[in-house]
């Protein structure tokens, strides 16, 4: 068998690689980003030992860029935009204009033409997604005022790129000859927004009903791997096809086919399934634009490294500064809006690649704007620390004007004063109560029985949505993860009834099962597996009693057949606890005057009892996927 296979090489070297260096950058609280591009860089020609096929990597860059801006599409939320359109939209626009300004005014000095300066600019005033909700989630900002503008401006600047990238090939074509005047731009430039309007026209009209149905259609013939494949063909089917037969790019193509898709009900399901194939090439879309870039640049070219730089951490944050106070919002929400911009990311690197393959720029612009990239996201962290204790300063500092006795306040230590200006959870007053980690599927069925047997619980969700239906529906929620120590004391797990973890996925349940079982040891943990080893890994962790969805549908469904003996069926919560023993011991040495022992309830005397055995099965949809894991 021969050992030259490029492409394997080249996924199995560049997956590893950019594995082991992400890993060392997350234990030292940086951006696994910054690991993935480290990765190219060793695996790329200016570097010695290993040099991966570079043609084959920008390949499957391509495939990165296209699940990357389905992933885009996917979650793009007019609703948020236009909740602070007042700001997000102005905001960005003169932030994006004065980043570009500052770009090409460093092109002009560097002697680039006109058409470099202005692709250099532009990749330099677009942040990161990534970089950026990871540091407001760090700090639970994504819900509040400051997150939803910051949110709001990242898909401005999403959307102003994704125009860009479909304008900027007409722009080359229409400049590369000589003789080339405004009106042959401009003719140029029209011809290509007449093809982008016609494929978005028809994604609008025709995919917008073909999408959903396609995918509701396989979604009912309850195959996991079918449905998997419809979303990975759709988004890679637009793609191609945009680019085969409008001339658009693959990014608009797989942008739209996100944002139609995002209208359909099994959009977050989409999501999850596809969300480890987008991640992997998206990891091999960092590893090969690090291979592109040149270590000694650092050296040779120190002050347009630096300049670039300051542009991006220093220019842009004092724009969106500026632009936030005019707007007469406070310091906190201008400084905050300010860190979480002062880098650049994903798009950044799609641009510089199509600058450099259109002739627009010189790959020392590409090269300048990768390590102006990993040394802002390098930065951003340490940036976000220095807000954090300047606001915990100040925070002190009110307390001590309106506290009169100082000298009598407890010490606060330095963590304490960062994770002061974290957005504080709301603690719940339940005590004795049910919580209930996921409301997906699952979680709806036991919220709609915990409410019909009037039992108090409380969720602990991730997903926005159906944070805001809880909220809606006026039943306590808690939006984080449950496995993080602050959600659990806020959930007041230590003085709860029971836990439920309804989520379907086993690495996620153990995590909350260790955390809770350290607050609580003896909390009873009820966790939802899919198979033995899942079981396996949460009892390790500390559940009292597993449910197996596969387990409890058979024994409904065998529980209905007509000719099946009337016995109760056991459930796979009484074999965890080993009740059918139990029961066989009280009904050999039973006193005849002895009345029968009331079961045990998880949930209390209050709630519903199945006064046929438990297995009855309710009236409910008569398809349903059984291998679905949605949450």
């Known amino acids: 068998m021969p050992h030259h296979m490029p492409l394997i090489s080249t996924i199995v070297v560049g997956l590893v690689m950019a594995f082991a260096l992400g890993a060392i950058a997350h234990r030292f609280r940086l951006s696994p980003l910054i690991g993935y591009l480290l990765a190219g860089v060793l695996a790329g020609p200016f570097t010695p030992g290993y040099v991966a096929d570079q043609g084959l990597a920008n390949q499957l860059a391509e495939i990165g860029v296209i699940l990357l801006m389905f992933g885009v599409g996917l979650h793009f939320s007019l609703k948020d935009l236009l909740s602070v359109r007042a700001i997000a ?57 400051r997150g939803h503008i910051a949110v709001g401006w ?25 003789s080339a005047d405004l009106e042959s731009i401009v003719i140029s430039l029209g011809i290509t927004l007449g093809k982008v309007v016609a494929f978005v026209a028809i994604m609008l009209i025709v995919g917008r009903r073909v999408i959903p149905w396609i995918l509701h259609y396989v ?74 870039f040149d270590p000694m640049i650092l050296i040779n070219d120190f002050g347009p490294v630096l300049a670039t730089f300051l542009i991006i951490v220093v220019g842009k944050s004092l724009a969106a500064f500026a632009i936030v106070r005019l707007f007469r919002h406070p310091n906190e929400t201008a400084l905050t809006i300010a860190a979480s911009l002062a ?75 960062a994770a002061d200006t974290k957005e504080s959870l709301p603690v719940t007053s339940l005590t004795d109560h049910v919580v209930l980690v996921g409301h997906g599927r699952v979680g709806k069925f036991i919220t709609g029985k915990l409410l019909a047997s009037k039992t108090p619980f409380l969720v602990i969700e991730t997903s926005k949505s159906q944070v805001t239906d809880l909220q809606k529906d006026n039943q306590p929620v808690i939006i984080g993860n449950a496995a993080d120590p602050e959600v659990a004391a806020a959930a007041n797990i230590k003085e709860a009834r029971c836990l439920l973890v309804a989520i379907p996925d086993a690495f996620e349940s153990g995590q909350v099962v260790e955390q809770s079982r350290r607050i609580n040891p003896d909390l009873p ?14 009892m390790k962790y500390g559940a009292s009693r597993i449910v197996m969805g596969e387990q409890e549908i058979a024994r409904a469904m065998f529980a209905a057949v007509p000719d099946a003996p009337r016995t109760p069926v056991l459930s796979a919560v009484d074999e965890a606890d080993g009740v059918a023993a139990e029961d066989e011991q009280n009904e050999a040495g039973a006193d005849e005057n002895t009345p029968p022992q009331p079961s045990t309830n998880v949930l209390g005397p209050e709630a519903e009892t199945d006064q046929t055995g438990g297995n009855t099965p309710e009236q409910g949809p008569l398809r349903q996927p059984a291998d679905d894991p949605g949450r």
């Open 219 to 292: 979604a009912h013939t309850g195959s996991r791997e079918l449905f998997r494949l419809a979303v990975l063909a759709i988004a890679l089917g637009a793609a191609f096809g945009a680019a085969e037969l409008f001339g658009v790019s693959f990014a608009l193509g797989a942008f739209f086919a996100g944002m139609v898709l995002s209208e359909s009900e099994l959009s977050h399901q989409a999501a999850s399934e596809t969300l480890p194939l987008r991640d992997a090439f998206a990891v091999l879309f960092f590893v090969s634009v690090g291979m592109l």
């Open 343 to 417: 880098q650049i990311g994903e798009f950044s690197f799609i641009l510089a690649g199509l600058g450099v393959e259109l002739q627009l720029m010189p790959e020392k612009g590409r090269d300048l704007i990768l390590a102006g990239a990993i040394l802002s996201i390098l930065i951003n962290p340490f940036l976000f620390t220095l807000l954090d204790r300047w606001f915990a300063k100040r925070e002190k500092a009110h307390a001590a004007k309106a506290e009169p006795s100082a000298e009598s306040m407890p010490m606060v230590t330095e963590e304490e004063k």
């Open 154 to 178: 990242l898909i401005v600047e999403d959307l102003a790129m994704v125009l860009t990238l479909v304008l900027l090939p007409a722009f080359a074509n229409a400049t590369a000859s000589a």
């Open 89 to 145: 939209i102005p905001g960005a626009v003169v932030q994006i204009a004065s980043a570009t300004v500052l770009g090409m005014g460093l092109a002009w000095l560097m002697g680039w033409n006109l058409g470099g300066g202005l692709v250099f600019g532009l990749a330099l005033s677009v942040a990161s997604t990534v970089v950026l909700l990871r540091a407001l989630q760090e700090r639970r900002l994504v819900e509040t005022e």
């Open 525 to 538: 943990i009820i966790v939802r597996v899919h198979s033995d080893a899942q079981e396996e890994h949460v």
